[in-house]
């Protein structure tokens, strides 16, 4: 059964500092999708990026960027330079090809930048 | 993607009582799903709503408890029924791609308090 591991409960950092926050999965699929969402304090969930089993090409957005790596089974997303407004749980997720749209969360991750 | 809208945003309950929740998009969608998340915790996929067929349950809900309707493609409702305080949670629908894999876009939640 496909499982999201999101070690981190809560992570504090002061503003401009760089911040990694982890995810690990598990799946015995091949072909599968990623995820990253954000829940700021107003509750609705925000979607960040997707990443598909075949693409391991990391990627940036801004002061976002995201490493996918299939040998450790990471999706891990690194926050540069962060800012208060930065503040939220941030859920990693994945759905299986042979679970069609079944979309599992991890824990979630909730992330303080402080002033 | 798609733009949801849920009513109502908040409701306090009495237990023993049923409360509807409305998921309305603004596109025609295949795929809708019911998730919850209790305070503090992750998503928990309840259901998934295909128009004109029956929604399909996770482990651990059933249909007597959370019966879901799909009338058309950008329309859904999730009644919580008998409720009690342990059915406390943020209930949010989402929607999927057209077809296969793909992100899932949630609507801004329903906060639903039972006392």
């Known amino acids: 059964a496909q499982k999201v591991t999101q070690a981190q409960t809560e992570i504090s950092v002061v503003e401009k500092e760089d911040v990694t926050l982890d995810c690990v999965y598990e799946?015995?699929?091949?072909?599968?999708?990623l995820f990253w969402y954000k829940q700021p304090p107003s509750g609705e969930l925000v979607f960040l990026i997707r990443r598909n089993s075949f693409d391991e090409q990391n990627e940036i957005s801004g002061r976002y960027s995201w490493n996918f790596q299939k040998s450790t089974s990471s999706f891990n997303f690194t926050i540069t330079a962060s800012q208060v407004v930065d503040s939220a749980v941030y859920f990693c997720?994945?759905?299986?090809?042979?679970?069609?749209?079944?979309?599992?969360f991890g824990a979630g991750t909730r992330l303080t930048v402080k002033p | 993607s798609a733009v949801i809208s849920q009513k109502p945003s908040r409701d306090i309950c009495q237990r023993g009582t049923s409360l509807t929740i409305q998921c309305q998009v603004d596109s025609q969608v295949t795929m809708m799903f019911w998730y919850r998340q209790q305070p503090g915790q992750s998503l928990t996929l309840i259901a998934t709503a295909n128009q004109g067929s029956e929604a399909t349950y996770e482990s651990g809900f059933v249909i007597d408890k959370f019966p879901i309707s799909r009338p058309n493609l950008t329309f859904s409702t999730l009644t919580v029924s008998n409720m009690s305080p342990e059915d406390s949670s943020i209930y949010l629908c989402s929607v999927g791609p057209r077809a296969g894999l793909g992100e899932q876009y949630f609507g801004p939640g329903t906060r639903l308090t039972v006392t």
């Open positions: 997720a994945l759905s299986e090809a042979r679970n069609n749209n079944d979309m599992r």
């Open positions: 799946t015995r699929d091949t072909t599968y999708y």
